[in-house]
């Protein structure tokens, strides 16, 4: 790898502490799959909201549901995800030390992108009202992109915005979806975790990934890397 000349942040418990109500915006997607006839016990809360969404969908289009059809749907489930992610931003506020982490990174020149499976309006708002808004320079959410993480196509379409190559940006997020989405890109990872082993445990094997307490360690983290500037 290259110096790291940009990093790319998800939002939600990375820079910002999230409160959308995710539990609430899966069984509302759940129910709305049960007044099209299928049958709610098929899909699960447990499962990452996206799953939910390709399963779903896939379901009706197995029972002869038409493209036209199942964008239609696809268009009102944008709108419960849009509307319960807008519902929290009276709650937003910024994780501990991602102010200072953000000013650190943007004094030593490093460009900082925010990419997030959230809709744009609430990313855009939710950093607004977290005071860090000033110090992202490209933010690329759900609807911006054709495919958002964990498709790789997503934290690409980030690194070509920012104007760096795949060697010079870093990775940075709190989950699962994050990890993926970084080694489908051959991107080097940095997980956030606060006490969740699950993260450490996924990346334990990847030379190219590693984990750290907090965000506010990142600073300190990327000034003994062999490729920091």
Known sequence: MNCVKAVAFDLDDTLIRTTVDFKRMKQEIIHLF???????????????????????????????????????????????????????????????????????????????????RGCRAYALTALERAGLSG????????????????????LMELVARLGVSRGEILSVGDHRTDYECAQAAQIPFIGITSGDSTLADLVKADQRAAVLESIGELPEFLLHLPFST
Request: zero cysteines; glycine letters at 8%.
């Open 34 to 116: 049960g007044t099209l006839g299928l049958d709610e016990e098929m899909l699960s809360t447990s499962e990452l909201t996206y799953m939910i969404i390709e399963r779903g969908t896939d379901l009706l289009a197995a029972q002869g549901a038409s493209d036209a059809r199942l964008k239609e749907i696809r268009t009102e489930i944008t709108g419960i995800m849009n509307r319960v992610e807008l519902e929290s931003i009276p709650r937003v506020e910024a994780m501990p030390g991602a102010h200072e982490v953000l000013l650190e990174l943007r004094k030593r020149g490093i460009r900082i992108g925010v990419v997030t």
């Open 135 to 154: 110090a992202i320079d490209v933010v690329l959410a759900r609807d911006d992109v054709d495919r958002p993480k964990p498709d790789p196509a997503h």
